[in-house]
């Protein structure tokens, strides 16, 4: 959202003025605004005092702080490609990867790599998440614990928390699947990126 040039206490006086009797035309000249701009103040401060007009203003600058974060971490296919290929790294070639039909997973930047590295692509139907019940399960309780329950106030913030909450998930954390074992117990994560033979029996 746009920064008025004037103070909460500023619109408010000026809003006062016309109140007293000033007609609108003067109350606009003598500020330099335009005759919308004074109807856009007297909307959204006419019956507001200082106070609650700072108010409005401290809430609409912490909403606008996930629309921040939010255009900061939008992903593209061309970032999804890259983060696959680290994995790959660290973890050895899939033989297949499930996916839903999200624009950054049907991008040509996906096909492309799924050809180039001849990794099998399988899209769920639409509208079909529990095709992937694993992911839909994984998802749900990442944002029931971690996403719903924090206000990120920055995108350092949010990878700090995440960060935190994903070593929880896969080292700390037993898993009742998995008879109590934590993730790690079971496949320890790699310290080197040295690239592993394609595992054929692997689905991401």
Request: include cysteine; glycine fraction near 6%; hydrophobic fraction near 35%.
């Amino acid at each position: 959202m746009k920064r008025s040039r004037f103070s909460e206490e500023q619109i408010i006086a000026i809003l006062k003025e016309h109140e007293a009797g000033m007609p609108t035309a003067e109350v606009c000249r003598r500020h330099g605004i335009s005759g919308a701009t004074f109807y856009k103040y007297k909307a959204k401060f006419g019956s507001l005092e200082v106070s609650e007009a700072r108010r409005l203003r401290a809430l609409e600058d912490e909403n606008a702080k996930p629309k921040k974060l939010l255009a900061d971490t939008s992903l593209s296919g061309v970032r999804v490609a890259r983060e696959l290929t680290r994995l790959i790294g660290v973890r050895g070639k899939p033989h297949r990867v499930v996916s839903d039909n999200g624009t950054e997973l049907t991008s040509s930047a996906i096909l492309r790599w799924s050809q180039e590295r001849r990794v099998e692509w399988h899209y769920i139907a639409p509208g079909k998440p529990m095709q992937n019940g694993f992911v839909e399960s994984f998802n749900g309780r990442l944002r029931d614990e971690c996403l719903n329950e924090t206000l990120f106030t920055s995108l350092a913030h949010a990878r700090f928390v995440l960060d935190a909450w994903r070593h929880d998930y896969n080292q700390v954390r037993p898993h009742s699947k998995l008879d109590g074992k934590t993730p790690a117990d079971i496949l320890p994560f790699p310290q080197s990126n040295i690239m592993k033979e394609p595992d054929s029996t692997s689905e991401w």
